[in-house]
């Protein structure tokens, strides 16, 4: 080992926290070298530790292709959160290190138990936007919550959040023992990016810093004792929802993705696309929902199928996964949606709140056949 090794060791470091950052909270804590093993410690805080978790991997990469490296051991030192400030999961507090202990390099710790009191995740997903996916998982998690479920219901959609506007909340959520607390809403414990930040501000994320978003909308939230968490996840089937699906990997497994598509072809292939990847990820799909199946017309109530009717239905049989339901395309549920009172709190009644609580009926029966 030479003085040189550990300053371009140093550099090298500097250089790829500058390009991953946020720099300006982690720097580096110790680093040694000793017969090629490199022991670095970083300290940081609890957001800068979100963002690490995600590049750990690379680093570790970058590191190793030194050529005084050959083997590697990483640790996080997290700053004692200050009471105004979020804190990362658990394993962060204090000045404990988040990965300790030696391991080959390259190879990443073990993620930390997401949601540990969260019995199940049900994530609602869509090949595509604007198909109705968040006007789905709000009303389906205030149906689970009137079936007696303790429900959670997180949105997960950094780029466009529409859970302040569909609950009618726009209050700021509080920090408590520093923890960010759910906002409580019809009986729901909600948490939304668009509780905390501008729309505007958001939307100019780039990966990492969705990620990093992300991990503590799931870790520095005081989610509670929950039955289940409904995560309202991006549209598409990019990287944002691999990743999610991923941490998230072993909630899932006791609940499941629900898709939610339009009737039309070109939805259903996005749909489709999603059905893959949660089978990429070992994720149950616990079935697909047709939205705006067909237009009810408010004033003589005929009916029409706007965008060709039960393609849903024979693409769920095609993917030998279950079609748990049709949702008419109706002003009331756009209504309602848009004054913050989900329809089927609004009006219990109506038929298209009843076809909600009867697929909301259809996931806890399969959520308990899960659990026994
Ligand atoms: N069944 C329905 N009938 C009438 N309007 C609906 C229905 N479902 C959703 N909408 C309306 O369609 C619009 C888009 O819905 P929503 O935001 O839920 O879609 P999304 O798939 O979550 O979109 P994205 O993820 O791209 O933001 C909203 O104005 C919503 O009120």
Not at 15 to 28: C, D, K, V, W
Not at 49 to 76: N, R, Y
Not at 162 to 182: A, C, F, N
Not at 341 to 358: I, K, N
Request: glycine share 8%; aromatic share 4%.
């Amino acid at each position: 080992m030479t003085a040189t090794d550990i300053s371009s060791l140093r550099d090298l470091i500097s250089r790829f926290l500058a390009a991953n950052g946020p720099t300006e909270q982690t720097s580096i804590e110790a680093l040694t070298l000793e017969e090629g093993h490199a022991h670095l410690i970083l300290r940081t805080t609890a957001r800068g530790a979100a963002f690490l978790q995600d590049v750990q991997k690379m680093l570790e990469e970058k590191m190793t292709q030194h050529p005084a490296v050959t083997g590697l051991t990483l640790s996080l030192t997290a700053h004692r959160p200050t009471s105004s400030q979020p804190r990362q999961a658990d394993a962060a507090r204090g000045h404990r290190p988040l990965a300790l202990g030696r391991k080959p390099a390259g190879r990443s710790a073990p993620p930390e138990a997401c949601l540990p009191d969260v019995k199940a995740v049900i994530a609602v997903a869509s090949g595509k936007g604007g198909v109705g996916k968040s006007t789905t998982a709000v009303n389906l998690a205030c149906c689970l919550a009137r079936l007696g479920l303790r429900t959670g219901l997180l949105d997960a959609d950094i780029h466009g959040p529409s859970l302040p506007h569909m609950l009618g909340d726009q209050q700021k959520p509080t920090v408590e023992d520093g923890r960010l607390r759910p906002l409580e809403r019809w009986g729901l414990e909600t948490m939304s990016i668009g509780y905390l930040v501008d729309r505007e501000q958001a939307m100019i994320w780039r990966g990492p810093m969705v990620m990093g978003a992300l991990t503590q909308l799931m870790s520095d939230v005081s989610w509670g004792t929950l039955d289940v968490l409904v995560v309202d996840l991006p549209p598409g089937t990019g990287d944002a929802q691999l990743t999610l699906t991923r941490k998230l990997s072993d909630r899932l497994k006791a609940g499941g993705a629900v898709i939610v598509s339009t009737p039309q072809d070109i939805a259903l292939l996005d749909a489709r696309r999603g059905v893959t990847l949660f089978e990429k990820t070992g994720t149950p799909v616990l079935g697909l929902i047709e939205n705006m199946s067909y237009f009810c017309c408010p004033h003589c109530q005929e009916r029409t199928d706007l965008f060709g009717h039960g393609g849903a239905r024979k693409e769920a049989e095609a993917l030998n996964i279950p079609f748990l339901g049709e949702i008419p395309l109706l002003r009331d549920i756009r209504c309602s949606a848009d004054e913050g009172t989900p329809l089927v709190l609004r009006e219990p009644d109506h038929p298209a709140s009843q076809a909600y609580m009867t697929i909301a009926r259809t996931l806890m029966t399969e959520l308990a056949a899960r659990d026994a």
